[in-house]
């Protein structure tokens, strides 16, 4: 399942996830003889049993058939590099683990086709320079997210991207891109539905190979989109044979003063930070885990998710379209260093995240804000060149949405203005200071935060939490005991809910998740153990504390 909605009603998808023949290989150039084993498309291969915590390539085998026309192979996310091979020839190369790229099958090679993948998780800084083996989180390894096979019109839809000039009135603005093959013909019709009424219908003339055009058009019956009613619309672009579909919604976000507004009404944020993983899915999470965690997202009385640390499945933003949660979407990054952002082809890898990301997720009214970089070097002046270039192709790519980056240099950190929202993750009375002493250590951070004058941007406490071994709880009510955890987050949220300053808090983190093996040291079970849930969604003690909590932050 690609979508959770029909995202197009005249092109041809055919969705070729399932169970794909697989190997593991020497390399990632070798394409073996045998494939004597099976693998779930989407899946993780270091998840599976077989070759649990694997790392090092593999290569999953299928089949497809096409007719004379133009084929488009879509690839919603494999981890962490990918080469394509259809019928033995090499068509794509692809790094990093959660965004989309396709390759195109030109038109006239009618048939059935051996389609090969050679998937590596390898940790390879020259070929992959997003991922590392330091990381506080396991990436693991497969096609992780699912695959289809598109069939393309002579003339058709690259994307659109539809954005809202006013939310009152329905006033869209859509960003069409098409191609053609050179046969085509060279006048097409353009038309625009909304909700199924038609309200544009035009003539298109394409003489060049490929072009874009801006339509506007206006919501018939326009209703805004917010947490309490997540009102969508339905967009429907029909261009000659093709056609594309996306569900939008109507809201405005903007920052004003200390404030984040959605709607022109200010929004406190309460949220908690996701990973996307799950110890016998990996990162591929069916969408029925996705609807579960959802479901204990709203339990917990919770407006706000931030996608830590990596774009997440756009499927789980269709179900917060629908459920009216609002997210933080992150390029993927973690702890990156001097000598990272200071080198081109870490910074390039970056750039071509976010232009994935953005082009994947620009269209879900639950985004409500980019980020990158977690927990950079951002307190190294050498380091803000590389702030700029990633936030300013954020504001280029995407006006409407404000920009961020969860740092943990607090008042040592360089680059705040260029953000529009502070974002700090801090972990008094967990890392340092103690349930007594943590409230100090809060107020002595919010006097520096004025006295360096970043009092006037939004605040968002986008980590801060305690870890907690599920069950255990022992007479001291110590580390890792779940009243400690309980009792932590207790202080810290009550405290920050009354700064006027701080307009959401991500609480670290929803789920425990496993953690990379360099990291065993400090992370019992080899877990990151600071979830309200362990891994299998069992809520810890502090869930009802948080939920109380939430439940009188969102009214604020
Ligand atoms: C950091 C980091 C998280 C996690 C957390 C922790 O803030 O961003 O991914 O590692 O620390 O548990 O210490």
Known sequence: MLRLFADHERRL???LCGIWDFALTPDRQTVPDEFPERMPVPGCYDAMPAHLDYRGPAAYRTWFETDARRHRLVFEGVSHIARVLVDGQPVA????????????????IPGRHELVVLVDNSFDAEASPLHYSYFDWYTYGGIIRPVALHRLPPVWIEQMTV??????AGGLNLH???SREADAPTEVEVVVLVDGEIVVKEPLACPEVAGSLEIPAIVPDPKPWSPAEPNLHTVQVRLGEDDLIERIGLRDVRVEGTQIL??????????????EAHPQFGHSLPPELMLADIQWLKKLNCNFVRGSHYPQDVRFLDLCDEQGLLVWQEATSWQARPDHLSDPAFVAAQLQCIDEMVAQSINHPSVIMWGILNEAASDDPTTRPAYERLLGRLRELDPSRPVTY???????????DLADIISLNIYPGWYFANLETMTDWLDNLM?????????????IFSEFGAGAIYGWHDARNGKWSEPYQAKLLDIALNWMIAQPQVAGTAIWQFCDCLSSPERATGRPREFNNKGLLDEYRRPKLAF???REIYARAIKR
Do not use: C
């Open 447 to 459: 006097q520096g935060l004025k006295e360096r004058g970043w009092d006037k941007k939004p605040l």
């Open 176 to 178: 069409i891109a098409w």
């Open 93 to 108: 190369w692809h790094s990093g683990a959660f965004t989309s790229f396709h390759v195109d099958l030109p038109a006239g």
């Open 406 to 416: 969860a740092s943990h240099r607090h008042l040592t950190d360089q680059h705040f």
């Open 163 to 168: 954005q809202t000039q006013d939310w009152r």
């Open 13 to 15: 998808v055919q969705d």
């Open 544 to 546: 009802d504390v948080v």
């Open 262 to 275: 959605l709607n022109d009404e200010p929004i406190y944020l309460a949220g908690v930070n996701r990973h």
